[in-house]
C-alpha cells in the first residue's frame, strides 16, 4: 500500500515570499504520478501541479514548481511571490498506473498554509 | 466546460436515517471515484466504476453502497447514519485513455456536506 506524509500540519508566509511544502511517499511502485491539490475555504479541491514519476524534469506551473526526488521518494512544493489567494489547506497525493488508469488518489493529511499581508 | 455535478450540497440527516447522494460527472467521462473527507482530515477513497462496474473499492462501510447508471452518473446510498459520516463527500470523474503513458486526470466536484444530527 502507498503512503503519503506531510510533516508540516501548518505553515505561515509572508506576501510576497517564498514558501516551500514538504511532502515524502512510500511506493513499491515504479510507474505513478504524484500531484499537489489546494483546498481553500469554498472546501474546493483544485490541482495545483502533477508530476510524472518517469519525468526527471520536475514540473512547473506559473508561480508553482516541485522538487521531485524520486530516490528519496520526496516531492516538495515551492510557491514563489506568495498571493494571499494561496492561502488554503495543501495536500500531496499519489497514484499509481496500472495500465488500466483507474486508479484512486491517496491524500497525504495536508499542510495548511496561511499568507500573511 | 462542464464540471462534476454533486447533488445536494448540503444535506442534514438525523442518526439512523439514510441518505443518498448523487453525481454527474463530466460529459463523456466513464469513471467515478467517490471520497469522504471528515472534518479537519484528508480525502479517503470510498469506491470507484468504470463504465457502470465496480472498479475499485477503498474504505466504505458496509452500511455505504453505491453504482453507477446507464448514462454515468452514480449515487452512494447510506444507511443507518452515524455521527461520524458527517463529512463532505467529494465525486471526481475522469476519461480513461488506456496508453501506456496515459494521464486520467480526477476532475472534482463541490462535493456534498452531510451532517447527521
Known amino acids: 500500500a502507498q503512503t503519503v506524509t506531510q510533516s508540516q500540519p501548518e505553515m505561515s508566509v509572508q506576501e510576497a515570499e517564498t514558501v516551500t511544502l514538504s511532502c515524502t511517499y512510500d511506493?513499491?511502485?515504479?510507474?505513478?504520478?504524484l500531484f499537489w491539490y489546494k483546498q481553500p475555504p469554498s472546501r474546493q479541491m483544485i490541482l495545483v501541479i502533477r508530476?510524472?514519476?518517469?519525468?526527471?524534469q520536475n514540473a512547473t506551473e506559473n508561480r508553482f514548481s516541485v522538487n521531485f526526488q524520486k530516490a528519496a521518494k520526496s516531492f516538495s512544493l515551492k510557491i514563489s511571490d506568495s498571493q494571499l489567494g494561496d492561502t488554503a489547506m495543501y495536500f500531496c497525493?499519489?497514484?499509481?498506473?496500472?495500465?488500466?488508469?483507474?486508479?484512486?488518489?491517496?491524500f497525504g493529511k495536508g499542510t495548511r498554509l496561511s499568507v500573511i499581508a | 466546460a462542464a464540471g462534476v455535478i454533486q447533488s445536494p450540497r448540503h444535506l442534514i440527516k438525523e442518526k439512523r436515517e439514510t441518505a443518498t447522494l448523487k453525481c454527474y460527472p463530466i460529459?463523456?467521462?466513464?469513471?467515478v471515484y467517490w471520497y469522504q473527507q471528515g472534518p479537519g482530515q484528508d480525502p479517503q477513497f470510498l469506491i470507484s466504476?468504470?463504465?457502470?462496474?465496480?472498479?475499485d473499492k477503498g474504505s466504505i462501510p458496509d452500511r455505504f453502497s453505491a453504482q453507477q447508471f446507464s448514462d454515468y452518473h452514480s449515487e452512494l446510498n447510506m444507511s443507518s447514519l452515524e455521527l461520524g459520516d458527517s463529512a463532505l463527500y467529494f465525486c471526481?470523474?475522469?476519461?480513461?485513455?488506456?496508453?501506456?503513458?496515459?494521464?486520467?486526470?480526477?476532475?472534482f466536484g463541490p462535493g456534498t456536506r452531510l451532517t447527521v444530527l
Open positions: 471526481a470523474s475522469s476519461l480513461i485513455d488506456w496508453g501506456v503513458s496515459s494521464y486520467n486526470e480526477q476532475f
Open positions: 511506493t513499491s511502485e515504479n510507474n505513478y504520478y
Open positions: 508530476q510524472e514519476a518517469y519525468k526527471q
Open positions: 497525493a499519489f497514484m499509481k498506473h496500472q495500465g488500466s488508469g483507474n486508479t484512486p488518489l491517496v
Open positions: 460529459p463523456r467521462h466513464d469513471t
Open positions: 466504476f468504470y463504465e457502470k462496474m465496480q472498479s
